[in-house]
């Protein structure tokens, strides 16, 4: 059975998209965001499939597509719609799947208590969390190893992503133990050749803990 690589965040805009589109290059997987809210007329789908340059990898569409950037939740229910689990299940592939998660573990997805924590669950055989220094991110980030922990998943990798804090990232790392960790600087615009170049200075990793 191949990999079904969850890509999740201590928070919105964390850098989830990045993470994602450098993952999909550098394992030639493919790509599903299963809740897209707001920013249609620019996805993360697009985004993604605008920054890998190999031609393996396959782009699927979003379960649920909402007009407003919130919380999915408040998005559905402005759109008259309910997001339900059983219209999320991950596209069938023969590849190794990236599935991007939207905003952070506990955002609800609809009115029943229903939350992204319940996706990675029901959806992936791996998790990527994405972290970033800002003040209050050692909490934000423990905190999603617990959350994770207590539904009985494990964190195969976690991503610094942007401007490094050696004392923060050090206190993460040995509190949480991660499975793996890679870093990823800060990068004032994104591009592909960026994603390329990234993507090959991490292949050999990402391919041992992934393929």
């Known amino acids: 059975m191949s990999e079904k690589i969850f890509v999740t965040g201590i928070d919105t805009e964390i850098g989830k998209t990045i993470v994602s589109a450098i993952l999909v290059e550098a394992l030639e997987a ?124 494990e964190i195969d990798l976690l991503v610094f992503n942007g401007e490094s804090n050696e004392a923060t990232e050090k206190i993460i790392i040995d509190v949480a133990k991660p499975g793996a960790v890679v870093r990823i600087p800060l990068l004032e615009e994104v591009s592909s050749q960026q994603v390329r170049e990234l993507s090959i200075n991490h292949k050999k990793q990402l391919t041992n803990e992934f393929s």
Not at 62 to 86: F, N, Q, V, W
Request: glycine letters at 8%; zero cysteines.
């Open 30 to 153: 493919d790509y599903w965001k299963p809740i897209q809210s707001g920013d249609l007329h620019y996805s993360d789908t697009m985004k993604v499939k605008e920054l890998v340059s190999n031609s393996n990898s396959r782009f699927f569409e979003e379960s649920y597509r909402l007009k407003t950037p919130a919380s999915p939740h408040y998005s559905a229910l402005l759109d008259g719609i309910e997001i339900s689990m059983d219209g999320i299940h991950a596209p069938q592939t023969s590849n190794l799947l990236v599935i991007e998660g939207a905003g952070g573990l506990m955002v609800p997805i609809n009115e029943g208590g229903d939350m992204i924590l319940d996706v990675v669950k029901k959806t992936a055989t791996k998790v990527v969390l994405v972290s970033k220094n800002y003040l209050g991110s050692i909490n934000h980030t423990l905190s999603a190893f617990e959350v994770l922990k207590s539904r009985g998943i």
